[in-house]
């Protein structure tokens, strides 16, 4: 069974940093693209960013670009959403995702990290 | 970005009805499109991708129509862990844009 299992949420101010990571288990993880999505409160969800297999290609939303790093470490099966110079809406839930089935359709979610971003 | 609009916002049915669900995008994605189950405490679900096709482990209840710019999504005799919200999502273009949700309640 597929498990994703987010870390590294909290409370952190405006211009300040914070690491997520994603661990992961139950499918080959170095086989597959991974992507993160957001949801902001009572907002629809967002994708963020999304990374090959490698890690040698990364994509991101226009407005994480340069402040965003997606990265993983495949031989720890897992993912990090590197977050820097945050703003306060970058405040929402962090999903990672399992991108299998075809690029950008996310078909194993984790159950999430939030991050508050507020003074 | 391709722009997803989804109705109605709020659905209130009963089990056993059948209800349907319409995704439209701004410009034609063709049939790159998913549907997503998201409940309360529990990891959100992928149910449908290229647009009708049934993810591993989908209730056969569940089906998906439409390409181009209009799509749908139906729940026929609806049990009552159907009741949840629902995303539409396109992935025709980059970047990945969703829909704004549909939250499916008991009547």
């Known amino acids: 069974e597929v498990q994703l299992v987010e870390s590294g949420g909290g409370l952190v101010q405006p211009g300040r940093s914070l690491k997520l990571s994603c661990a992961a288990s139950?499918?080959?993880?170095?086989?597959?693209?991974m992507a993160w999505v957001r949801q902001a409160p009572t907002k629809g969800l967002e994708w963020v960013a999304y990374?090959?297999?490698?890690?040698?290609?990364?994509y991101y939303r226009d407005s994480v670009k340069g402040r965003f790093t997606i990265s993983r470490d495949n031989a720890k099966s897992t993912l990090y959403l590197q977050m820097d110079s945050l703003r306060s809406e970058d405040t929402a839930t962090y999903y990672c995702?399992?991108?299998?089935?075809?690029?950008?359709?996310?078909?194993?979610w984790g159950q999430g990290a939030s991050v508050t971003v507020s003074s | 970005d391709v722009q997803m609009t989804q109705s109605p916002s709020y659905l209130a049915a009963s089990p056993g009805e059948s209800v349907s669900i319409s995704c439209k995008a701004s410009?034609?994605?063709?049939?790159?499109l998913a549907w997503y189950q998201e409940k309360p405490g529990k990891a959100n679900k992928l149910l449908i991708h290229?647009?009708?096709t049934l993810q591993s482990g989908t209730p056969s209840r569940f089906s998906g129509s439409g390409s181009g710019t209009d799509f749908t999504l139906t729940i026929r005799s609806l049990e009552s862990e159907d009741f949840a919200v629902y995303y539409c999502?396109?992935?025709?273009?980059?970047?990945?844009?969703f829909g704004a949700g549909t939250k499916l309640e008991l009547k």
């Open positions: 990374i090959s297999t490698g890690g040698g290609s990364t």
């Open positions: 995702t399992t991108t299998r089935v075809y690029p950008y359709v996310m078909d194993a």
């Open positions: 410009k034609s994605i063709s049939n790159n």
């Open positions: 290229s647009g009708s």
């Open positions: 139950g499918f080959t993880f170095s086989n597959y693209y």
């Open positions: 999502q396109q992935y025709n273009e980059y970047p990945p844009t």
